[in-house]
């Protein structure tokens, strides 16, 4: 039995961006999330895709941001670069130290509000206006094991003001809770407007 198309919840999503109705839950939360099963995450870069075009021809700027990219961006500044983390667990290290290790590179001190992952998301961003300007995340499932997605959006409110769609592959479980990649304990810590099936 094949899977809905996805389309039908694009169309829903694009409908809400079009508008003047609020993205997000608040007027200091213009985020949403749209969930989608990983498995589909072909499917979901081609939608995005023709969903940023039909934005565009209606008038709206839209930036996609690919968190992928920033992410290795980010381990890049790892004094051995990327192939250096990769040095550390042949070197016998717990996998869980090389982990943490990897996310301090993308959250920064943990007093930082807003750590190197999400300034550079802010900053690819900062070139949309806060009326009409539209961002979307793309390829969330990079950051997967090392960085949670809970954290980056709940980050950037009341930082971040242009109205952003983090797409996310992972399951609803129970009423709201998100399972990023199906595969970790479900948060409930997800305060954006939710699109999902």
Not at 3 to 32: C, H, M, N, Y
Not at 36 to 41: A, G
Not at 155 to 167: E, K, P
């Amino acid at each position: 039995m094949s899977k809905p198309s996805l389309a039908p919840r694009i169309e829903q999503l694009e409908s809400v961006l079009r508008s003047s109705e609020p993205l997000g839950p608040a007027t200091d939360i213009p985020f949403a999330i749209f969930v989608y099963e990983p498995s589909r995450e072909l499917e979901l870069r081609k939608e995005v895709e023709l969903l940023s075009t039909r934005l565009k021809n209606a008038g709206h700027p839209v930036h996609v941001v690919d968190l992928g990219k920033i992410m290795w961006d980010c381990v890049r500044a790892h004094p051995g670069g990327p192939d250096g983390l990769v040095e550390v667990e042949k070197g016998g290290a717990d996998l869980d130290d090389v982990l943490a290790e990897a996310r301090t590179l993308l959250i920064g001190p943990r007093q930082d509000r807003v750590g190197p992952l999400e300034r550079r998301v802010i900053e690819e961003l900062s070139e949309l206006d806060e009326s009409d300007g539209i961002g979307l995340l793309v390829q969330a499932g990079a950051l997967f094991p090392i960085y949670r997605t809970s954290a980056l959006l709940e980050r950037m409110i009341g930082v971040l003001q242009v109205r952003t769609v983090l797409f996310y592959p992972g399951l609803v479980r129970g009423a709201s809770e998100l399972s990023f990649m199906g595969v970790c304990e479900p948060s409930p810590n997800y305060r954006p407007r939710i699109f999902a099936s």
